[in-house]
Nanobody, 113 residues
Framework: QVQLVESGGGLVQPGGSLRLACAASGISVSTNAMGWYRQAPGNERGLVARISSSGKTDYEDSVKDRFTISKDNVKNTVYLQMKSLKPEDTAVYFC???????WGQGTQVTVSS
């Protein structure tokens, strides 16, 4: 059974940083493409960043140079380091196994002063 458990969300001021983690079980992050998506109220869920099995990364334009996706194959965990956060980054962030439709429950990120 595949499980993805996100953590690390919370309330942060504009300009601040957060690191999200996605602990995977039942599937290996080393052999699968993994991704982070987000969904703000009234919006569709959209891609934030993804990392291939070989470690190649790509990002949605608005987060390039601010967010970094990475993974630890030993811990079987995917991370999203977010810096210079903006109010428009406020959303529920979801971890997913790309192309296989497995999703975590999401973690709320709120950027507000």
């Amino acid at each position: 059974q595949v499980q993805l458990v996100e953590s690390g969300g919370g309330l942060v001021q504009p300009g601040g940083s957060l690191r999200l983690a996605c602990a995977a079980s039942g599937i290996s992050v080393s052999t699968n493409a993994m991704g982070w998506y987000r969904q703000a109220p009234g919006n569709e869920r959209g891609l934030v960043a993804r990392i291939s099995s070989s470690g190649k990364t790509d990002y949605e334009d608005s987060v390039k140079d601010r967010f970094t996706i990475s993974k630890d194959n030993v811990k079987n965990t995917v991370y999203l380091q977010m810096k210079s956060l903006k109010p428009e980054d406020t959303a529920v962030y979801f971890c997913t196994v790309v192309y296989k439709n497995y999703w975590g429950q999401g973690t709320q990120v709120t950027v507000s002063s």
